[in-house]
Structure formats: C-alpha cells, structure tokens
C-alpha cells in the first residue's frame, strides 16, 4: 500500500472516508469525555479528522492508525481546553443520551441506563489525567502499551493512574451509596 502522502487527492479522500467509519465513534467518545458536551464534541471530531486528513503525510507508520488518530484527538482536546475561548465558557452539560440500549422489559431499560449514567458521570467528575486513562482503558478497550503510545507517558505511569483512577470511582459510588441511604 502506498503511504499517504503518495496518494492522490481522490484516494487520500478515500482513505479519510474509511478512516471517519472505522474511528469516527470512538474519536467521538474521547473527545466528548474532555469536553462533556455534545454540540462541542461533534465539532471537534470534524476538526480532529480534518487534522488528520491534513496531516496524513506525518503518519510515521511505526504505530497503529488507530493511535495516531487518538492521539490526535486527545492532543486537539487538551489544546481547545488550555484556549482562551474555552476559558471563558462553563462546560456544565452532563451526559444524557451517551448510553442508549434496549434490555428488555422498561423497567430493566431504566435502571440499566440509570446505573451506566451514573458510572460514566462518576468517570467524568475524575480530573482528566485520570478520566482519559480510565475511558481509553475501559470504554476503547485500548491495552496499556497502546494507552502510552497515545498518552506519551510511560507504563508505570499509566498503571498508576489507572489504579488511582479506579479507587477515587470506587470512593465516589460508596460515599454516594453512604449519603443516600
């Protein structure tokens, strides 16, 4: 196969076409668990996929697609968050449709979507060098070599959050289940 900057425009279209199915949900996902906002979340994975169309011709090849392209998106979230513009807006949204399935009777739908909704929004109260740990690892499925390829840490590193990440959940659902009873 031919590397993306060989390619012609027709094909380099092509090939972000492809790219945007295969990853579009999950860029999605991540961008969206920074900025907790839906609107915003689907603005910035336009913008994380027209990065990565113009900038097809750094893909070194020595990591996943899959990496490179999270990476990305990660870099493009913490980037909108440091802007000035962010700065001066509030983002307090919460989730409300993130989860969606069917279970079977209405009740089971409820209390599913109720227990998903209150997990994800537990994730989302984490500081971020936590959050992102935790949803790549969890909700990408991503391996921890694959978490420090995208996150430029080192595995301890990523161990460590990732621990830390599921103890300061842990601590969060038993003061929730302590204050209500």
Known sequence: MERPRDL?????DQLL???MNLYGNEVYYI???YVKNHSLAEDLTQEVFIK??????????????????ISIAINHCKDHLRSWNNRMVSITHKINDMVKGTLGTPEETVIHNETNHELISKVLSLPIKYREVIFLHY???MKLDEICEVLHVNINTVKSRLSRGRKKIESLLK???????
Do not use: H
């Open 175 to 181: 003061d929730e289940v302590y204050n209500n009873g």
């Open 31 to 33: 961008v969206f668990s």
């Open 52 to 69: 990565c169309y113009n900038k097809m011709n750094t893909f070194r090849e020595d990591s996943a697609l899959k990496s490179w392209i």
């Open 139 to 141: 909700f990408e499925e």
């Open 17 to 19: 076409n492809q790219t």
């Open 8 to 12: 012609p425009k027709a094909e380099r």
